[in-house]
């Protein structure tokens, strides 16, 4: 008999998607597998792409994945994974739409998995579950493994940063909140796609970006942020696009950037799972304590900031809790 | 001398925006005076409007807003305090262009208040600081505090359950990819404006959303959710837009519905509160133990769920900690 490890390292497939579903759920046997997956990872090529609603970021997903299969660049043929995330979607499924658009695009290869995440409805809960089927596709063998967002919040940026390279995608002509989000989401990119690139003003829109990030000089690293015009619904660009990321991936290792990026990954995905577990060890032996609170709170008897203090002064006398001193003031 | 709580109290604008700035930082000191002015709040009608970027929210908040002042609805002038939320800006001040926009449409309005706020940075703590602003402007007599939310994410989301009435902004003839996101921000709507509504497919779209709302019949609480069609750029439907979030509010308190919207409200923050909180006690006297942590994960030496554990157990010997027993498995 072979275990679920194995099963997966020997490519099975369907015992791949199993272990993502009860990753997605926390499942603390799904999570001992992930631990016993874990020297065989760090060998994918992580890439997240991510840029607001309407920008064709599913459309340029699916073309970038078929590129890396070909072998971008003059390189060998890649496997490629795929997770779709979708922090908007709390309750329904709403990556569903976008999951049939790709399997149409997609469907047959052996060589491609694709794989859609909602919410688990808690911040940082759809990060953590994000990282574990990275992880589980990058010790599955997937060469190349594309995180896609949809939206571009600030959970969709946390995400992207889980990747090596951050691709983010623009459109020419878009409305001033569009220009205002940029600011942020610029920040994070590695490679600019300007997608929609047909559209009237690219040529402009494209000079603009680039001016928009040359501003600030190289990075600190010495990677000038390329923007690339791509017109994913013809596949038009995207060869250079894929080009591009192996560039950025080939510059990461040539200035030990890759090391620092993979440390920072790791460490970022460490907080969160710790945050996580720190709530769950307070709640052990402590239930309706916060609901309590929270009636104290609404009736004005006490401030949240009080009715904090006192939530956590109390852990100590509660059942199986013990919390650090030395906070009082 | 009047103390910093007084002042607010008072109706000092100067001593309000100073307080919400070190309230951002998250400041003690300006945290007992939040916890001392909470006595004074639970007044104020909280309105949460959310939806994608390009809906124009910002016009549609600043309409809301002067409808307010005016007296919607029959009723009597009221003061209203708008926080401007923007995840997506963790670096740069992406907010201050809808500033301007909104400087301009309310400026010389002594009963208007404005603030901006940029995410903090770390997953939810945006979303406290607009807890705080929140209070603060509750406790400083303002009779409607609007939150409005650059973006449709899961933050966003989170931002605008602070809220007593969320306002969900739609616009007719968007992409498939904006439809996918309606699926997950449908369900925390209370009222749904249909902005821009004098675009092509407006009644069609009016039609289809209201079917889509009606699908599992009115809510627990005997709620239905209605479509407004509005043009906030020429003011179209503004006034029919207040009335249905006044309405929303007669019926909350109507059907008690309110007390458990401001528990559920309060119970949100208390926990994120206490997150950080205990994240924050972990950390004191472990400096450095992240990142140590980081390192053998990346060296491939430990997985991260051995890590964590590691991290956890360890916590009983580091200085000042202490922690809940009984995880091992």
Tied chains: 1, 2.
Excluded: Y
């Excluded at 275990?3 to 791949?16: C, K, M, N, V, Y």
């Excluded at 490629?80 to 469907?107: E, K, Y």
């Excluded at 950037?257 to 969160?272: D, F, G, M, P, S």
């Excluded at 945050?275 to 609170?293: F, I, N, Y």
């Amino acid at each position: 008999m072979t275990t679920p490890a194995e099963s997966i390292r020997l490519g099975d497939r369907g015992a791949l998607a199993r272990l993502i579903t009860l990753l997605e759920e926390e499942d603390p046997a799904a999570l001992r597998v992930l631990a016993e997956l874990h020297p065989q990872t760090g060998r994918a090529l992580i890439v997240g792409v991510t840029g607001a609603p309407g920008t064709g970021k599913s459309t340029l997903v699916n073309a970038l994945a078929r590129e890396m299969r070909k072998g971008a660049a003059g390189t060998p043929a890649r496997t490629v994974g795929i997770i779709a995330v979708d922090p908007s979607s709390p309750f329904s499924g709403g990556a569903l739409l976008g999951d049939r658009i790709r399997m149409r695009d997609l469907a047959g290869d052996e060589g491609v998995f694709i794989r859609s995440m909602a919410s688990r409805g808690e911040l940082g809960g759809l990060s953590r579950a994000t990282d574990s089927a990275v992880r589980a596709l990058d010790s599955a063998g997937f060469d190349v493994v594309l995180i896609e967002t949809v939206g571009a919040g600030q959970d969709e940026i946390e995400i992207a940063r889980q990747a090596h390279t951050v691709i983010v995608v623009e459109t020419p002509g878009l409305g001033d909140e569009i220009q205002a989000i940029k600011a942020g989401i610029l920040e994070i990119a590695d490679v600019l796609a300007l997608n929609k690139a047909d559209l009237a003003g690219a040529d402009s829109a494209a000079n603009a970006l680039q001016a928009m990030l040359d501003l600030g000089g190289p990075r600190a690293d010495g990677w000038r942020v390329p923007v690339l015009k791509t017109v994913a619904s013809a596949g038009e660009g995207v060869a250079d696009l894929a080009a591009a990321v192996l560039r950025h991936n080939d510059h990461l290792h040539r200035s030990a950037a890759w090391e620092q990026r993979e440390r920072t990954r790791i460490e970022r995905n460490l907080e969160q799972r710790l945050r996580a577990r720190l709530m769950e060890d307070w709640r052990r032996g402590r239930s309706g304590a916060l609901e309590q609170a929270a009636g104290r709170v609404a009736a004005r008897e006490v401030s949240p900031e009080e009715a904090v203090e006192a939530l956590l002064a109390d852990a100590a006398f509660a059942p199986g809790g013990a919390k650090p001193k030395g906070r009082k003031k």
